[in-house]
């Protein structure tokens, strides 16, 4: 989703990259002055300002916290921060845009990784996995599924109601088929749990548009929206 401030790429870069940068500056859970923090995020021809919506939905999101010590605004990073930034470097939609990428940055991914088991909590990718067993079985237990991935995906990239119908398929791909995950998303429809929305996605690609679901009347649909 592209962003309408004066940052440059993605709401979803930008969060990701205020995240790792808080990580890297906090090794040993200090807290971090919020005016650093801005100040080491942000990338040329970009301001500090540019970063106040995505500290404050950083911050609703549970992902950090905001505390004033001697007027001093400082951030630190939470348990769950540190979890969508696991899942933020690892979607298929982050990326460093660009020529150039800081040799501060490519080592914090490193050191990232490098840690990855001490920082991304494993109780949730095992309950995904669960998740992804039981929508196997049938409708009823894809639609739980389903629901529980679209909350998390609209929760933890702020996307306004409308998820990419192919970040829904990927998420829960080794759990059912293709086929039977179209039908089972028409029946959503059908049920008015979702609306599919068509339309156009900016930053359409061949194989997002593979994993996006063709309409028996013909139309692609992109988004799905959740009526209740």
Do not use: C
Request: net charge neutral; charged share 30%.
């Amino acid at each position: 989703m592209a962003s309408t401030t004066g940052l440059q790429g993605t709401q979803l870069q930008a969060k990701t990259r205020v995240l790792l940068t808080l990580w890297d500056m906090e090794p040993n859970g200090e807290k971090v002055k919020k005016s650093e923090l801005t100040q080491k995020s942000k990338r040329s021809r970009e301001k500090a300002g540019d970063y106040k919506g995505i500290l404050q939905e950083l911050q609703s999101a549970g992902a950090i916290a905001i505390v004033t010590e001697k007027r001093v605004a400082k951030v630190s990073l939470t348990e769950k921060g540190k979890q969508i930034l696991g899942e933020g470097l690892k979607t298929p939609d982050f990326s460093f845009d660009g020529n150039q990428v800081g040799s501060k940055v490519v080592n914090a991914v490193l050191n990232w990784y490098r840690q990855s088991d001490a920082n991304v909590p494993t109780a949730p990718v095992r309950e995904k996995e669960e998740a992804k067993e039981e929508a196997i079985a049938s409708y009823e237990a894809f639609e739980k599924v389903a629901l529980s991935v679209y909350d998390r995906l609209n929760r933890d990239y702020n996307l306004d109601n409308l998820v990419q119908i192919y970040r829904i398929r990927r998420e829960i791909a080794s759990g059912v088929s293709r086929e039977q995950f179209k039908q089972w998303m028409l029946e959503m429809q059908a049920n008015d749990i979702f609306q599919l929305i068509g339309g156009e996605m900016p930053d359409i690609t061949p194989d997002r548009r593979e994993d996006s679901i063709e309409t028996p009347v013909g139309g692609l649909r992109y988004y799905a929206k959740r009526l209740n």
